[in-house]
Structure formats: C-alpha cells, structure tokens
C-alpha cells in the first residue's frame, strides 16, 4: 500500500467517529481517554516486568507473592488512595517437573511436555508403563477397566480449527484435560497424557487444570508435535512404554488478592470493580493470561486520576489471585464483601488477551443490559463492535450471587489460543496499541457506567 | 482463563451464526467455505515461499521476475483454467544501497536508513553535508532557499500515534516522505532524510514512495530511534556534517501482472476480479504487504474449485506488479481490459495485512451498495462487522473509470504500520487464522456476489 494521497481517499471513512450536540461531552472525555492510553507506555513497561521478574506465579509460588508485591508498588505510585491486599487461605500445587522419555532402539528420547495441575506425582524414577491411546472420555468408558488399567491414556484428540470461535474449538478440545485424568484415575491408569489445546502444531506444551481428587495420578500435557511423533511410534509399536516423571506437591497457602481504590466523589462506598487475574501458569509468563488483565485494570484507576474524571462511585481495581487452579481469590473476595457489607455496584474482568477490542458481554438482568447497550455509540469508533448479553470472567463471576452486574471485556482472541498456558506466552506477544486499546475501552465503558446509574441493579 | 465448564458457559454465545431457513443454502456454503480455509495450510505455505525466496520484489528486480514464476507455477498447480502473464513496458526503480553515517569526535556512526523510491543517487564517496531539521512542509517553504541550499533536510515530525485509526496517524505523517525530497529539492537541498511512518521507537527504516521529478537528490527513510539520536545531536551540534550515500538507478522494464482464471458456468466471458499485489520493497519480504494479498485472493480461487462453487462468472486472480512505485500494473490492466473489450463485473482488492477480518468497503453507485449490504448477515458470524461505503485498493481504482463495482478487504490493522515497508515485515508476523479468515471472508463474499446480480452495475 502505498500513495497516501490515494490511499487516504480511499481510507479515511473509517473509524472516524461521527459527533451529534448531545453526545459531545461523552466523546470529548472518551477520546482524551484513548489519547492518553495510546501514548503513554508505563502499563506495557509495567507488564514486561511482571512477565520478565515473576513468570509462573501460580498461587503458592515465591513469584505469585513477588507479582503482588511488584504491583502493590506500582498501584501506590500511581498514586491510588487506597492499596491493600486482600488475604485468604487456600489450597495450592507446586510443580517442580515433568519429563515423559521413550525409549527406541535402546535410545531415550524426551518429549515435550508440562504437568497438568493440580495433579499427582509419581514416585522419583518415574512410571514405566504402556500407553493407550483415545481420542475420548467415551472411548474410555468403553474400553473399560480391563484395557485401561496400569497403563498411561493419551487423549489426542486435536482442536477442529475450522471454527471461527477459535474458543469454541478450545472448550471442545478441553473436555480429554480437564475431565480426562479423573476418570483414567477411575478406571486404573497410572498415568495420562493429554495433547495440547493448541491449534498449531509445534513444540509447546499447553497446560492447564485438571479435575482431579484423591490418589492423585501423574497428568500431563504433550506438545502437537510430540502428539503427533508418539502416535506414530505408537502404530508401529502398541506395546511401547514410557517413563512418566512427575515432581509436584499440594500444599496449603495463605494468598492475596490485590486490591486498589480510587476514592469516589459522590458515593464512595458504592465499588466499581476493574479486574484481572495475576497468576499464570508455572511454565509461561502469562503476558496474555492475564499479566494484560491486571495491566488494563491499572489503568482505569490511571487514566481517571490522571485525567481528573471525577468517578461518583469508587473504582475499585482488584487484581486477583488463583483463577487458574482453585479460582480461591474469586470466592474470598465475595465472602470479604458479605463481612464488609461492600456495596460492588458493577464488575468488568479483562481476561481475554491484550487483542483488540471486539465486544463487552455483561451478566445482568434484560433492563440493565438494555440500559448499558446506549453506550455502544460511544465506543463503536475505538472498535468495540456491540455490546451483547454473555458471560464475564472467572474472578468476578462468584460476585453474580450478590446480583451484581457482571461485564466481561472481550477481544478478538483468534492467536490466543497459540499461546495460552504455555511458555509461548510472552511479553513480546503483546502488542502495544492492541493492549492500550482495551485499556482504553474499559476505562470509556467505566466512564459511562459511573455516570449514568443502572437502572434497578442489585 | 480456565476451567472450560464454567468458561463455555460464559463464552459460548459470542459469533455462533444464526440460522433462518432461507439463509440455509449461503450458510452452509460459506461454513464449508470457511471449515476449509482455516484447515488448509497450502497458502501459507506458499507465503512463506514467497518471502524467503523472492523478498524485495519491487518491479523490474530479480525477484519480481522471480515471485510472478513461483505464483505462475502455484496457481497452475491450483488447476486454474488459464494462467497468463499480461505485459507491459514500465519506468522501474532498482536500488542497491543506502548509508548515512554521523562522525562525532572523530568516531564514524552508522544510522539506520533506507532509500525512498524512486529517489537519486549520489556520486560513489556520498554527500557530505549539514542538517537542517523541520517538522513539516510549511517548515521548508517558511525557512526559505538561502537557509536550506546545500543542506539536508531532515524531516522529523512522529506519527501521532494517539488516533484509534492507525492508518490515519500513518496518513498525517507521510507527506513528509512523499512530497518532502521534491519540496527540499526545489528549495535547494542535497538531500532528504524522513523519519519513518512507525508508530513504535525501533531500529527499522520504514522506506515508501516519494514523489520525485527531473535532477533527483538523494531521500531517505530514517529509523525512528536513529530519529531521535540524530535529532539530540543536532541540538548540541547544529553544524553537524553527515554523509549520505544512495545507489539506486531508474531504468524501463518489461513486466508483468499475473493473471489467472476459473471459469464461469453461465457467464464466463464476465469476470469477478480478485486481487493483491506482487511487489515488494526492496528491504522487506513483504509478507502483510501484500503477500497476504496475493495469497488470499489465489485462495479465492482455490477454494471455488475445490469446493465445487459453481461460480457463473469467470473468477480472475489479478497479482499486479508494481503498486507500491508507479501503479503501472493497475493501469495496464485497464488498457488490456479496453483493447480485449474486457467484461470486468466486479473487483476487490486485500492490501490491508493479513489481520483479522473487519469490514469490506464498497466503492460503488448506492443502489449497487444496498444490494451489497444485504450479505452483512452472512458475513458476520465471521468477524465482519459491517459493509460499508468506502475505497477498494490502489490497483483496482483505475478500473473505476470503466464503472466497474469496486471493493476492498479491510483487517484489524492495528499492527499495520509497525511492520509495512520494512525488514520486520516477515513471513512469521503473519497469523494463519487470521490470514486464513480473510480468505474464507473473500471466497464467501465473491460467492454472494457472483450468486446475485447487482443492481445496475456498469
């Protein structure tokens, strides 16, 4: 592409927002917000911190009480009235290492993988057992425990890619790593083995949780690629065994869920919570999940202080702890708001990757949403297509017994998947305009919702 | 993000077509449209061909000759029903280098930069001169003849990066580049220095077109970091001397746009036109601009074929040669569509990155539009928001004088400028979803067009 004086011909109708008297006040204010939040970089240098000093800050972890205290630090010197962090007890699973060998004419050769959490371990040397394959927790069933029993299951079952819902294709998938374990477990495997959620091929192991209780089996998950090679060597060799090494310990932690409030001017103690989540997965440095959650968060509480927008109600941002595992931040925040009698007025979590904006979702009653989708005019021009009836995120969703009104802030997710629980998830990943654009979307969308009041919310 | 029960539930509603009964036949066909194009890597493949083997395929290069032989070879392959080169005679611009150096207490250092086309050259040891540095057109022409003979004039004004539309931050800043080295040439200087159109602080030069006539002084692109550096050295050191040293020639070439074609059922000697181009800059692979282009429209056709479409209409694959510096492949196009009494019936261009899908624009009469517009149902449950007045592409506008419907396919370009133009415009900046989804975008919309007649087209 190339002439801009044709180009800009060609072009320049898009985006530009179109302005009517009545809705001036709005755009100038909103777009002060996207002009600051597109040229000013302390929340991208802030998230290459938090990704470069504390990866893989599951709940329990050193680096988990690193992230917390990095970010207590820069919600302080954003100048926040008030930083506190939230604490509560909680299970947690500490992953030390996973390392799956096959051994082909005498040689040991490693695979790909990363353990599933909170999953078992195995005793030190490992588990040396056959594998069998499925593409299913129906095959399972089927296959019974006389097939099952003393051998390691892989689920490779691949992701159908096809679906422009890439997360469609993801939850899909998901079922033979969240539920495929528990019912190997159940019929007698030592061990399980399930391929990456990933929908390209190559070398990451993707992990995430699993459901699992009691004598808890060793769980991994395999990169595409080695999927792919240990079928293959599977065809031709069905009694091929493995070594399956698991070092993982469960333990019980006190944790935090961080929280910082930017006092309101007319009714202070009326909350509109900001949310992400800081943990990530032991084996990445959760830059999208959700390192760009709690960044976004931050800035809502900046660009208001900054831009003097004089918020009615408190805004409150609470960069929570253990969506991953036992999503135990979620539901003590909830248990603290019934102590506290804390009035949380609407919550909006950022939980879908630093993309572009797409969409808002919100979790409230037809009128509520009827109320919140008038606000659609006003960001359609920063790319937030629609605001639509849907879900809103991990954290927050326990507050929708409280009958708060819930948003989930959505973006157009279609590399997320690439990257998601695995060591692909970098800082250099995210990119910086496509990051401040939600940063810039959510404080907009949080504008409009401290401004006008809900109608007939909780 | 995790746990996929509670995360379906959430989720599940975003982007799942509706379906009503006579939408049954255009769903369906554009759903097995897409299953395969997110399913099919041939393209992306041959994209990765392209860039590692033909980069820097600027009309009249090796590599131009080069990239029409590789996609003539692919296309033919596809089963194309003709594959044809048409020709013609064009001015080129060949360049072999570009330096600027700064000495500074005797210490030569290099900066990086890269030569605009078609600029002059200098003589072989380079021009050695002052700077004077402006921040805009009116800056030159304010300053005058006696403060900018003999000088090189550097212009230094950033895109303003704050606009949601990053395109039009690109299209504020590029008169620097484009009308600049005229401009300094007609006040006097002996050189121009631009500073790259990137939103972002890095060592790339972003090169481009500048318009540039008769005795051609020497224009470069600086990167946006060595902006910087150059410009804090001028404050302390306003007769700095720098030495710039371009190789470049102009010369007349034969060349080529590729054309091939899938025949219509009923209406064959009428052609759907779709297309992106060829060429390259010199420095870059150029795989978002416009790899993607060529390879999404050859998907057009891939996907006709191999899905049985049945199109009525010839569908013609256009990769023009030489948008970027002359456009003369746009414009020999339509002297062959004159001479051959050429049906062209409709023409959409993809040079917009291979990025998520958004819009397409219609540059057409309104009443062919609202027809148009009526395919947005069809089109959005993958991820295309609107069809919307607007502009097509740079090698298809010149069709507009023979009346034909033009259109272009618009991407979430956020990430445009940070590449386009430069050596960081490569193969692995390209995402197959989101590439891919602009394919199956294309294919859908060719085959609603084609399926029905627009409404006082020509």
Same mark, same amino acid.
């Given at each position: 592409?190339?002439?801009? /004086?044709?180009?800009?011909? %060609?072009?320049?109708?898009?985006?530009?927002?179109?302005?009517?008297?009545?809705?001036?006040?709005?755009? +100038?204010?909103?777009?002060?917000?996207?002009?600051?939040?597109?040229?000013?970089?302390?929340?991208?240098?802030?998230?290459?911190?938090?990704?470069?000093?504390?990866?893989?800050?599951?709940?329990?972890?050193?680096?988990?009480?690193?992230?917390?205290?990095?970010?207590?630090?820069? @919600?302080?010197?954003?100048?926040?009235?008030?930083?506190?962090?939230?604490?509560?007890?909680?299970?947690?699973?500490?992953?030390? !290492?996973?390392?799956?060998?096959?051994?082909?004419?005498?040689?040991?050769?490693?695979?790909?993988?990363?353990?599933?959490?909170?999953?078992?371990? +195995?005793?030190? &040397?490992?588990?040396?057992?056959?594998?069998?394959?499925?593409? *299913? @927790?129906?095959?399972?069933?089927?296959?019974?425990?006389?097939?099952?029993?003393?051998?390691?299951?892989?689920?490779?079952?691949?992701?159908? +890619?096809?679906?422009?819902?890439?997360?469609?294709?993801? !939850?899909?998938?998901?079922?033979?790593?969240?539920?495929?374990?528990?019912?190997?477990?159940?019929?007698?495997?030592?061990?399980? /083995?399930?391929? *990456?959620?990933?929908?390209?091929?190559?070398?990451?192991?993707?992990?995430?949780?699993?459901?699992?209780?009691?004598?808890? $089996?060793?769980?991994?998950?395999?990169? =595409?690629?080695?999927?792919?090679?240990?079928?293959?060597?599977?065809?031709?060799?069905?009694?091929?065994?493995?070594?399956?090494?698991?070092?993982?310990?469960?333990? =019980? +932690?006190?944790?935090?869920?961080?929280?910082?409030?930017?006092?309101?001017?007319?009714?202070?103690?009326?909350?509109?919570?900001?949310?992400?989540?800081?943990?990530?997965?032991?084996?990445?440095?959760?830059?999208?999940?959700?390192?760009?959650?709690?960044?976004? !968060?931050?800035?809502?509480?900046?660009?208001?202080?900054?831009?003097? @927008?004089?918020?009615?109600?408190?805004?409150?941002?609470?960069?929570?702890?253990?969506?991953?595992?036992?999503?135990?931040?979620?539901?003590?925040?909830?248990?603290?708001?019934?102590?506290?009698?804390?009035?949380?007025?609407?919550?909006?979590? !950022?939980?879908?990757?630093?993309? *572009?904006?797409?969409?808002?979702?919100?979790?409230?009653?037809?009128?509520? %949403?009827?109320?919140?989708?008038?606000?659609?005019?006003?960001?359609?021009?920063?790319?937030?297509?629609? /605001? =639509?009836?849907?879900?809103?995120?991990?954290? $927050?969703? &326990?507050?929708?017994?409280?009958?708060?009104?819930?948003?989930?802030?959505?973006?157009?997710?279609?590399?997320?998947?690439?990257?998601?629980?695995?060591?692909?998830?970098?800082?250099?990943?995210?990119?910086?305009?496509?990051?401040?654009?939600?940063?810039?979307?959510?404080?907009?969308?949080?504008?409009?919702?401290?401004?006008?009041? @809900?109608?007939?919310?909780?």
């Amino acid at each position: 592409m190339k002439n801009i /004086i044709i180009v800009l011909v %060609l072009f320049s109708f898009i985006f530009l927002p179109s302005r009517g008297a009545a809705q001036d006040e709005n755009q +100038t204010v909103i777009q002060s917000i996207f002009d600051n939040a597109l040229s000013t970089d302390i929340a991208y240098k802030q998230l290459e911190k938090l990704c470069k000093e504390a990866p893989g800050r599951l709940i329990g972890t050193p680096n988990s009480f690193k992230s917390v205290g990095l970010m207590k630090e820069y @919600l302080t010197n954003l100048g926040a009235d008030t930083v506190f962090l939230q604490s509560f007890t909680s299970p947690a699973w500490i992953c030390h !290492s996973a390392f799956l060998t096959m051994t082909i004419d005498g040689k040991e050769i490693p695979l790909q993988v990363d353990a599933l959490g909170p999953c078992g371990s +195995t005793p030190l &040397p490992g588990i040396h057992a056959e594998i069998i394959e499925v593409m *299913s @927790l129906d095959e399972v069933r089927e296959l019974g425990k006389e097939k099952i029993e003393g051998k390691i299951v892989f689920f490779n079952r691949p992701m159908n +890619t096809t679906y422009f819902n890439v997360f469609k294709a993801y !939850s899909e998938a998901v079922d033979q790593r969240y539920w495929g374990p528990s019912l190997a477990q159940e019929y007698g495997a030592v061990g399980s /083995i399930t391929r *990456s959620a990933n929908p390209n091929m190559d070398d990451f192991p993707h992990t995430g949780s699993c459901r699992m209780e009691g004598n808890k $089996i060793p769980a991994i998950a395999i990169s =595409t690629n080695d999927a792919e090679k240990l079928s293959k060597v599977l065809k031709s060799n069905p009694q091929l065994k493995v070594n399956i090494q698991v070092d993982a310990e469960d333990i =019980t +932690t006190q944790s935090y869920n961080l929280i910082a409030d930017l006092k309101g001017s007319e009714k202070p103690n009326e909350y509109i919570i900001v949310a992400g989540h800081l943990d990530a997965w032991h084996n990445t440095e959760g830059a999208h999940d959700d390192g760009v959650g709690c960044l976004q !968060s931050t800035e809502v509480l900046r660009l208001f202080k900054q831009l003097g @927008l004089n918020n009615k109600r408190s805004i409150r941002v609470i960069l929570y702890m253990d969506e991953e595992l036992y999503q135990s931040g979620g539901n003590a925040y909830v248990v603290y708001s019934k102590e506290q009698q804390v009035m949380n007025y609407f919550a909006i979590e !950022s939980d879908a990757g630093g993309f *572009s904006p797409r969409f808002f979702s919100v979790d409230a009653p037809d009128i509520v %949403l009827e109320k919140i989708k008038k606000y659609e005019s006003f960001l359609k021009p920063y790319g937030i297509e629609e /605001i =639509t009836a849907g879900g809103s995120g991990v954290d $927050i969703g &326990p507050m929708k017994e409280l009958g708060v009104p819930l948003s989930g802030y959505r973006t157009d997710w279609q590399r997320y998947f690439d990257m998601h629980h695995s060591a692909n998830d970098t800082f250099d990943q995210v990119n910086f305009r496509e990051m401040q654009l939600g940063s810039g979307a959510m404080a907009s969308f949080v504008y409009l919702i401290d401004k006008y009041d @809900l109608a007939n919310q909780n």
